[in-house]
């Protein structure tokens, strides 16, 4: 069985104890780390190294960046998304990575958050969901186990947040911006948590401010797509809450999913 996880760390060497300690008593096999917030080069890679994985990084200095983090091999490393060429945002690296013997390509995806929604911010994210919706389209013309992992800035329904009516004009909700989630589904790809769960009010994200952890105030904006190819291979997937309650915790949890060999 292999275990990929996504999670989003709000500065990787701020919580590199909250990671490593994490990976230790996990053990997955794959971790797509978004909003890093250092340079390619900043990178604790040695302390990954030393924890067991190797690394695939896209860092971009105090802001962003993402990375991939795999047991096995990491090949045919993509950094940026196809249609964005230009963007000097690192939000996305996607890899071919060995998970118990069958290869499968991961992408670690850090979506726009796009607030305020006047403005260039929520015409970026929508651009940019275009770019990414066109190349999940290329992506499932290979016919191989994808899974794109990371933090969307999307909640797909209601019983995906706190208080929907009193987020329904923000980016995260606005119309437009879940149309765009549900093309992605809609191509062919598997959201593998409301797949495996049914319930509401389980959540990925929960702000520092305004006590939201402690009250529960959460969302779920950080989702695992898979192709058919690796839907076929879904045995389980859940919200691990743990990390987000140590002390110096990013305000995101990870959330995996474990494909069959």
Request: hydrophobic fraction near 40%; glycine fraction near 8%; charge should be negative.
């Amino acid at each position: 069985m292999a275990k990929i996880a996504t999670w989003n760390v709000n500065s990787v060497k701020a919580r590199l104890p909250n990671v490593l300690e994490w990976l230790k008593a996990e053990a997955p096999d794959v971790v797509c780390l978004q909003e890093i917030k250092c340079m390619t080069d900043a990178f604790p890679r040695l302390e990954f190294e030393d924890a067991g994985y190797s690394c695939a990084v896209h860092g971009q200095k105090t802001y962003n960046g993402v990375a991939i983090l795999a047991r096995g091999n990491i090949e045919d490393v993509r950094e940026g998304l196809p249609g964005m060429e230009g963007d000097e945002q690192a939000r996305y690296i996607e890899a071919v990575v060995d998970i118990g013997g069958r290869m499968a390509r991961v992408a670690s995806i850090y979506l726009p958050n796009g607030n305020p929604v006047d403005t260039e911010k929520f015409t970026y994210k929508l651009r940019w969901m275009d770019a990414l919706g066109a190349h999940a389209r290329d992506l499932l013309a290979l016919e191989e186990p994808v899974v794109l992992a990371g933090d969307y800035n999307v909640i797909p329904e209601d019983g995906d947040v706190f208080d929907p009516d009193g987020w329904r004009e923000d980016a995260l909700f606005r119309m437009e911006v879940r149309r765009k989630f549900r093309a992605l589904l809609n191509l062919g790809y598997t959201e593998a948590y409301r797949t495996l769960h049914k319930e509401i009010g389980r959540y990925t994200f929960w702000d520092y401010q305004a006590g939201a952890w402690q009250k529960g105030f959460g969302l779920r904006i950080d989702h695992l797509l898979l192709s058919p190819q690796a839907t076929d291979l879904l045995a389980a997937c859940d919200i691990d809450k743990g990390p987000r309650g140590k002390p110096k915790a990013s305000d995101h949890t990870p959330i995996w999913c474990e494909l069959s060999p």
